[in-house]
């Protein structure tokens, strides 16, 4: 069985370390580990450290660090472009991409969004989620999760893929970069407009015959690109 992951600002600098506050009440009073078993640090920078914890009380945990590491950052790094879903649909979504391997997501108020974002609470909600899945994934690094863009605000970068039912392209023939970034869009529940999927440029991209849902067509996108960039 895999460690368990904890999330922290940085990771320790001396070989004995308390882990507390939320992760240290997460690991000693829910997980309830104890001394002997050991446990995984991420700073979601890349930075990994296993430790081993020495001595458990309520909300904090005594840990002997072993090893630190570095997992280097992925290239290309993948972007999805998420339509903003009702529901749970959209944390769904988030919480998928992040499992499979996503670097950054950027929530898009697309023209065919039934929801609507009137403040930041879907926003910490969707950032709340992306941190729950690192830790369940065991990722060294967590994803940026940006502020909500309308499709005029939208700024795309790197080789962009459109997702669209329309598409003739199969997502597994398109050329690759082999360094920089990708950017894949995927719509909300409605699909791409037209004259969104003009303004957004780039190369409009199917995944097969299916036409999935918009919580898990970008993470079936993100699992088959992690097949071709060799990163699975």
């Known amino acids: 069985m895999s460690l368990p992951l904890f999330l922290v600002a940085e990771l320790p ?14 690991a000693a009073d829910v997980q309830r580990l104890t001394p002997g078993e050991a446990l995984l640090l991420a700073d979601g920078r ?6 081993v914890v020495t001595a458990a009380r309520k909300g904090a945990l005594t840990l002997d660090v072993s090893s630190v590491s570095q997992v280097p950052a992925a290239d290309p790094a993948i972007t999805v472009v998420q339509g903003i879903a009702k529901g749970e649909r959209g944390e769904l979504a988030v919480q998928l991409l992040t499992e ?18 009137k403040d930041d609470r879907p926003l910490e909600r969707w950032r709340s ?22 499709t005029r605000q939208l700024s795309l970068s790197g080789t962009v893929l459109v997702l669209h ?10 050329p690759l970069p082999s360094s920089g ?17 003009s303004a957004l440029g780039g190369t409009p991209v199917r995944l097969g015959r299916e036409v999935l849902r918009t919580s898990t067509a970008g993470a079936a996108a993100v699992a088959a690109l992690s097949v071709r960039l060799g990163r699975w």
């Open 100 to 117: 499979v391997g996503v670097d950054r997501i950027v929530p898009w108020q697309a023209a065919r969004s039934i929801a609507r974002w």
């Open 181 to 197: 970034e990708i950017t894949l869009v995927v719509g909300p529940e409605g699909g791409v407009a037209p004259e969104e999927l």
């Open 13 to 26: 600098s001396e070989s004995l370390w308390t882990l507390d506050g939320p992760e240290g009440h997460h």
């Open 129 to 150: 989620t992306v941190r729950e899945a690192v830790k369940q994934s065991r990722r060294a690094w967590l994803p940026e999760v940006t502020a909500a863009c309308t």
């Open 46 to 51: 890349g930075g990994l450290a296993q430790c």
């Open 165 to 174: 039912e329309e598409a003739t392209s199969p997502l597994s023939t398109v």
